[in-house]
């Protein structure tokens, strides 16, 4: 009933705590949520925006794009579209009306003439089917400018050289030099501009090349001069440079890095904003730049989308950037397939849109960041708020299930009356419900002083009681002079105190506990017992949970005394293994297995259970060398990561995890006189003498798995692993055989076997997983915590429980 109350408390309280939860839950998800909405908002704005304005710059990309085109065909349209009607023009001016010759008097004068009105010719050439040359060019030498006439003249029946005659003119016009020089060997019928104009008998533009005195990048324009007879006279050309093209092209902003080329089908580079256009070849010949010479691979790819796909805009990626490329042709303009090749990377045009993009989400997350921050603030009230409210509950809840809890046991008139346990459980369990704790256990003090007896022990984690534990004078003798006042002990593990020592590695550690309260029971001014609370790490022991337990600690020393006879010694409800001179006759306790709830049947159900399942009964097995045990103990260790096994245990020698594992469980058998020692598979096995006193040798197979378990540790912990053992141990029937003729060797199985596996199975990883049997015979020396319950078919459910260490 004490349990159902503290329950009933706790159940309200835990009601008003979820509410308080739930709303919680509502002021941190609702603000969050939000927030989360409004940055949602701002992020999917800024993508849109983002999108948007992305395809808006694109378009005004293209719009710009076919402007530069306009603008590159305009300048070239300006710069060549006049040629023609000047080469036209001087021919015309230089023949007579009959066209029979070339009026040679009057060519430097117009030359001069033409070269200084149109800039970008570089010179006017004129030749004949003689081999004779005139030409007026365009001279720079230092800082001197001016017009250089140079004529090639070939002697009338002469074999002899033809005769070079150069004249330098200053700016002004006025004569500079006029000398006669060895011929240079240039001859004009061996010249693209005159083979082609002969041949086409009309207008005639040459490719690029590199023209033979200024060693640039030009090209020329040239017209025959035919006579009546339809006999070539002559031809007259000009000669233009192209670098005027790349100075131009170099003046127009396409983007940041965007560059415009001039190409034709061939791959040479017409003109450049950047690149020399005529380089030298290995034997130190002229050529013309290609655009696989330049050494921009945006510029390659470019143009080898420009060879397949024809003209357009080819857009690709390289790298991890995007391109925009576009060739436009300018084979409307003049007779040769030239083209506008133009490159800009998409982030010229596009990339101010990012940073825009980038500036506007920053400041709206600023704007979001503060927003969050208020609510952050109201949030953080509201929790404080609910925080105190639950703190609060949970203290009302508390101060009510031990207010219950202590009137409630006050109210039994049984408390502690002899031969009646079940009062005990409920104290213990009422007062770790009520407490909070996660054990609390109830000890007492025998008379002669030299042990303390645990009467019972209620574990809220497994939900158990358990009771026998002793803890004698002799193991642990700080422990008793330390009982004797009321002591609080957050961190026993850490606590400077040396009398707890030999408590906290042989109790409290194997159970998982580290913080101890300890209340002592004193009738008639002498301490009859004491009342532990054991819980994990804890800062401190509250002033409440104090109080509480010194009350009920008052409380059982107020009924104990009142249920005292005089001249009773004992003044605490007998353990079951206290000596019969301890006690008054009157009384003496009932028999240890029923005042410590242990089934003392379940050794002779578990027998007659096996035999039940042999063939025709029990007396079958009776042949040579089988024997039926009904008592066998027996244990099993099983391993569960087979790579850690496999690993090297060190360095230095080599060997195995498994190897040395073997060795040292070998070496533990040894010691603790255990003969049957297997390894299978995953498993070792071992099992005690079946001719010995079974006692003795569940205490020895007990030692041995300590020992082994112990070893495990240390070796998984030097290869710095999760502990991937787990061990049974069970006490029950079994069946050995031998197996060869000198009675050496032999084989167990049968129940016990099966059962020491099935609890190894469902073993915690590093412990010692036991039955009930192995407990009711090494409870009085052993300590065992509460684990579960397992069912045996034809026996029944019985308890199972840890195996922590030696009392």
Known sequence: MVGLHATAHLVVGFEEAQAIKRRRRRRIWLPIAAVAMLLAALIGNAVHDFKVMRADALALSADVIVNLQSRIETEIAAYLGPIPGVVRITRDLLADESLLSVRLDLAEKLATGILNQTPQLTSVLIGNPAGEFFMVRRYLDGEKRGLETKTIRRPDGSTGAPVMQLTRHGAKGEVLSDVQA??????????????????????????????????????????????????????????????????????????????????????????????????????????????????EPVVSRAFDRYRVEGHGRHDFEMGDRRYISSASSLNHLLPRDWSILMIVPEDDFVGFVAENVRDSLGMGLAVVALASLLAGLVVRQGLRADQEAITILERQAQLAAQGEAFGTLASQSTLFADGVTDSLAEVTEAVARSAGVRRASLWRLRPSGDALVCIDSFDQQTEGHTHGATLDRSDHPGLFEWLQTESAVSDVATSEDERLVSLYRSYLAPLGCQALLSLPVRVNGQVTGVLWLEDGRRSEWSNQVQRFARAIANLMAIRQAANVTPGTVLAMPPAGDAKAHDIEPAQQAEPRDRELDIDAGLGARRATAFAAKLPDGADTVGADGVQRIDQLAFVSLRFSDALALARSADDRSGESTIARLLGQIDAAATEHGITYLKFLTDRVVAAADPSADVHQATACLAEFALATQAACERVFAEQHAHLAFHLGMDVGPAIGTLVDRDGRSFNLWGEVAHTAYAMADSAPPGTIHATESVYDLLRDHYLFQLRGHHYLEGVGEFSTYLLGGRL
């Open 182 to 295: 060895p011929w240079d060997g240039y001859d004009p019928r061996g010249r693209p501009w005159f083979i082609g104009a002969a041949e086409a008998r009309g207008l005639f533009w040459t490719d690029v090349y590199p023209f033979f005195t200024t060693k640039a990048e030009g090209i020329t324009v040239s017209a025959p001069y035919v006579d009546a007879n339809g006999e070539l006279v002559a031809v007259v050309g000009t000669d233009v440079e192209l670098d005027s093209l790349s100075r131009f092209l170099a003046t127009l902003a396409i983007g940041d890095t965007g560059l415009a080329l001039i190409i034709d089908d061939e791959g040479r580079v017409i003109a450049h904003p950047r690149t020399a256009l005529v380089t030298e070849g290995p034997g130190g010949e002229l050529r013309l730049l290609r655009v696989d010479d330049i050494g």
